[in-house]
Every structure is written in C-alpha cells, then in structure tokens.
C-alpha cells in the first residue's frame, strides 16, 4: 500500500520567504505525482503535475521536482505571498489510477 | 468552460437515512474519481469510472455505499442507511482520460458535498 507523507504538517512565515514543502512516498512505481492546493471550505486546486520520467516542473513562482528513487517530491513557492495561505497536498498515482494523498502542510505567510 | 460541480454542497440527515450526492464532470471527461476527506483521516480514494464503468471500487468502506455513472457524465454517489462515521467532505473529480505510464491526467476537483450525519 502507498503511504504518503507531508512534513511539516503547518508552517507560518513572513512574506517574502521562501517555501520549502516535502513529500515523500513510499512506493517509487508511480506515474506521477501532483501538488494541489486547498482552501478552507473549497475543493482541491492542481497546481503541478510531474510526469514519472521527469525530474521537476515549475509555473510561475511554483517549482516542483521528483526523485523517485529516494521516493521524494519537494515544492518550492518563491517570495511568499498572504494569497499563499492554505493547505497543499501532494498525491501519487500509481498504476491503478487513483491517487493516494498525503496529509497536507497547513501554510500561513504573515503580511 | 465550467469545472467539476457538485450538488448539494452541503447536506445535514439524521443517523438511518439514505443520501445521494451528485457530481457533473466536465465535458469531455471520460473518468470520474470519488474521494472522501474526514477530519483526521485526510482524503480517501472511494471509486472511479472509465466511462460508465467502475473498474475500481476497492475504496468503498462498506455495502452501504454505492455510486453509478449514466452517459458517461453524470455519476451519483449513494449512501443507505447512513451512520455518523460518515460525516465527511465527499470530493469528485474528472480527468480526461486514463493513459499508460508517463501519461498526463490531471484530476480536476469539484468543491465537495459536506455531509453531516446526526
């Protein structure tokens, strides 16, 4: 079974820093891996899908990358923002389709 | 174009009675996730359909639940006799189709039903 884990599980910075968010995954036969964003009360955002052969992917001031051999992903958000606030969780898909989420890191940027 | 939209967005029954909930992929989307996210537990696969088929039901917790998809759009998520374990956010999403490995299938989430069980 995949076990999906996020560190930390919160984290409150000033704005302007960077964010540093971990996942890691147990399993390396992934297809892929996705970064979405969720706000209280809403449903789940994509920001990042990073396709199994590739090594990271990057929108604007987000950057992802994978390492599938040491079963991680790490998503960099640069120069944070108040707007950043909210929880983002990292899900793996393997080969039968469904994604398997982690917990979530809890983000506050403090203006 | 619009995105994945659910309905009721919320819902609030006594312990015993049956729900439904329904999900509107987006136009085009050939599949069709189910999840659940309750407090503590994060968010749970529940089901997919490739069309309107479900060849994966392997999350749902109990004969209670079920869920059909009727002409390849709308799918609706049933739950009998409902107990207050199941108070949960049940999320949907769609991609537009499931491919082989390396393939791009970005799931698209709705906003969720909240559901409250008395």
């Known amino acids: 079974k995949q076990e999906v884990t996020q560190i930390p599980a919160a984290l409150s910075v000033p704005e302007g820093e960077n964010l540093v968010l971990n996942c890691s995954f147990t399993d390396s036969a992934i297809y892929n891996l996705q970064w979405f964003r969720q706000d209280p009360g809403k449903g789940l955002t994509s920001l990042l899908l990073i396709q199994s052969s590739q090594r990271e992917q990057t929108s604007g001031r987000l950057n992802a990358s994978l390492d599938k051999s040491s079963g991680r992903s790490t998503l960099y958000i640069a120069a944070s923002q108040p707007g950043d606030s909210a929880t983002y969780l990292c899900a793996v898909r393997l080969r039968d389709y469904k994604l398997s989420f982690g917990a979530g890191t809890t983000v506050t940027v403090r203006a | 174009g619009a995105g994945v939209s659910q309905s009721p967005s919320n819902k609030v029954t006594e312990k015993g009675k049956d729900v439904e909930l329904r999900c509107d992929p987006i136009s085009g989307h050939t599949a069709l996730y189910w999840y659940r996210q309750s407090l503590g537990q994060g968010l749970e696969f529940l089901i997919y359909f490739q069309g309107n088929s479900a060849p994966d039901k392997s999350g749902l917790p109990s004969d209670r639940f079920s869920a059909e998809r009727t002409g390849g759009s709308v799918s609706t998520l049933t739950i009998q006799r409902t107990q207050q374990e199941d108070s949960a956010v049940y999320l949907c999403?769609?991609?537009?189709?499931?491919?082989?490995?390396?393939?791009?299938?970005?799931?698209?989430f709705g906003p969720g039903t909240r559901l409250t069980v008395l």
């Open positions: 999403a769609s991609s537009l189709l499931i491919l082989a490995v390396g393939g791009t299938d970005t799931q698209y």
